[in-house]
């Protein structure tokens, strides 16, 4: 009996644990990536017979991947190439012990170069890899992209509403509150909300803390709510849209957010910029931004393109959105995205 | 606290916990231990789990009402030690050892509700394949990968005991315990989990056994 039963344990674990590598076109893998204390959850979905992989670098940070992983993404790119909804170290299902003293940006920069390492290994060294920044994510790509040799891993940088300087982003989303709050108020809309916004921005002139730079934030998210041209996003009901379907782990999410969120390295990354470094990528360049993204202006986007030397790179401003292009312009997204990997896969 | 010193703590309290218990409650063993067996879900993720519990204390309370109706329940208090385990597709399997505290409070009627907190280790292994990468690229698969955690778990339930008026040798019961992983992420993991299962009374079959 008792054999049966350690058979039997060790047949469950063994069988979850097994490597298996799927080369198909409409693929569900799950394998997790260890370092540094951190073992981080990748689910790969998609077209992996297409050798192209997207990796999704979430915002946050301590979001998690799994809000990406929408319908119509699934509908109009995974079925032509593989999606890779990448949780970092301390968000979504990535799991660890008492790993918080690793939780900084070039640890996470680590992350993302083995990330990429592991993807090659599995699926074969000849396969493309493009990365996509989203907000936070946009940081952690920038960084990326201006260490060492590293973009020459990848074939393309996509950057949605994404942040590569947080205190230049925090100057814009001022300077954008105070320029369309106005406006709204001249406008007779939502004119109480707007001079509380605005009251706050005159009060705050710049060389922000942590506090007021979270405080911008909070009004930026809010103010995005107050534009009528804007697609609203729910992102409550896109989680249970997903949570059963994709087996989400809703407690581990949550808490990892709460604990990223308020990390201490948050501090160090509201100084943290990368603009000087932008000279150094030469990689194909998609940029994305909302024009009503307060979170991330559309400027961050236009200082990446006049910074970086890679002679293919290309804007687009959405109308239509604000900080979640992605699920705000399903179709304006995906055709830029499914374009970009085709030219320069 | 590291793994090592929390491990040893777990081992000492059943220890105590059963000693206590034996001297408390003189007799065979078998005559004041149940054993457990439950279906653990994790809300819709399957698992089980397997137990026992050792009778410390026993006492029947009777307390008048204001109609001058009589009311009486057991009173009974019990150490346990137990072992559970749920299956969450992709993300882990989850093994874990308690021992805790069992309180309950029987109907004449054969209800109970009880309440239990418990301690113990966890051992988590992940929902899939993991690697590992060095700094020269090379790429390593990690056997049994997962991470051990400390446990604390506080769960109530209600059942039914079978011995109270039908006298058979069972309960059944529904119990809802709530799991903390402690250091997970450097913050914590909360877990829900349902158990619907089975409490033999090896007591009351000794005592069925002695009658022939």
């Known amino acids: 009996m008792q054999r049966i039963i350690i058979g039997f344990l060790l047949f469950l674990l063994f069988s979850c644990q097994k490597e298996k590598i799927t080369i198909g076109t409409n693929v569900f893998e799950t394998f997790y990536l260890e370092n540094a204390g951190a073992s981080m959850r990748l689910l790969v979905e998609g077209n992996t017979a297409s050798h192209t992989f997207l990796i999704i670098v979430h915002g946050g940070p301590g979001t998690g991947s ?12 995974e079925n032509k190439y593989a999606v890779v909804f990448w949780d970092q170290r301390n968000a979504g299902a990535s799991q660890g012990n008492s790993n918080g003293n690793n939780l900084n940006l070039p640890q996470m920069t680590d992350d993302l170069k083995k990330v990429i390492e592991l993807i090659k290994y599995r699926y074969g060294q000849n396969s493309s890899v493009f990365i996509l920044g989203h907000s936070f994510g946009g940081l952690l790509t920038a960084s990326f992209m201006t260490t060492d040799q590293n973009q020459s891993m990848v074939k393309g940088w996509i950057m949605v509403d994404g942040s590569h300087n947080y205190p230049l982003n925090d100057t814009l989303t001022r300077l954008m509150l105070l320029k369309v709050g106005q406006q709204q108020i001249d406008s007779n809309k939502h004119v109480s909300d707007w001079q509380l916004i605005i009251s706050y921005c005159n009060a705050h002139p710049g060389n922000f803390t942590l506090k007021e730079s979270d405080q911008l934030e909070n009004y930026a998210e809010k103010a995005e709510t107050y534009i009528p041209e804007v697609n609203q996003f729910n992102l409550i009901a896109a989680m249970e849209a997903i949570s059963i379907e994709d087996d989400l782990p809703i407690t581990s999410i949550l808490f990892n957010y709460l604990y990223s969120g308020n990390a201490g390295f948050n501090a160090a990354l509201a100084k943290t910029q990368f603009s000087s470094l932008l000279y150094k990528v030469v990689t194909p360049t998609l940029l994305l931004y909302g024009e ?3 979170i991330c202006p559309k400027e961050l986007g236009e200082d990446i393109l006049n910074r970086i030397t890679a002679a293919e ?33 | ?17 059963y000693c206590f218990a034996r001297t408390d409650t003189p007799g065979r063993l078998s005559d004041s231990l149940n054993l457990k067996a439950s279906y653990n879900s994790s809300l819709i993720y399957p698992g089980a789990r397997l137990g026992a519990e050792y009778s410390v204390k026993s006492f029947k309370v009777v307390k008048t009402k204001k109609s001058g109706k009589m009311k009486d329940f057991d009173k009974e208090r019990f150490v346990s030690a137990n072992l559970g385990w749920y299956h969450h597709p992709y993300f882990h399997d989850n093994f874990y050892f308690t021992a805790g505290w069992t309180m309950r409070r029987t109907k004449s009627t054969g209800f109970f509700t009880e309440f239990s907190p418990e301690i113990g280790l966890s051992r988590t292994f992940l929902g899939g394949t993991t690697y590992k990468v060095d700094n020269n690229g090379n790429v390593s698969v990690v056997r049994l990968a997962g991470y051990y955690y400390a446990l604390l778990s506080i769960g109530g339930g209600v059942g039914y005991d079978f011995s109270k008026i039908r006298h058979k040798p069972f309960m059944l019961f529904y119990k809802f315990n709530l799991l903390s992983l402690y250091p997970y992420n450097s913050t914590i993991y909360l877990r829900p989990a349902m158990e619907i299962g089975v409490i033999y009374k090896l007591h009351f079959f000794h005592h069925v056994k002695s009658k022939f």
């Open chain 1, 66 to 77: 799994f809000v990406y992983d929408t319908q119509y993404i699934s509908q109009n790119i």
């Open chain 1, 292 to 294: 009503y993204d307060f």
């Open chain 1, 313 to 345: 790179k290309k804007m687009v401003i959405s109308p239509v959105s604000g900080h979640n292009l992605m699920f705000q312009d399903e179709v304006l997204f995906c055709n830029e995205v499914n374009d970009f990997i085709a030219k320069y896969r």
């Open chain 2, 1 to 17: 606290m590291n793994l090592r010193k929390f491990c040893l703590t777990i081992f000492l309290l059943t220890i105590v916990l």
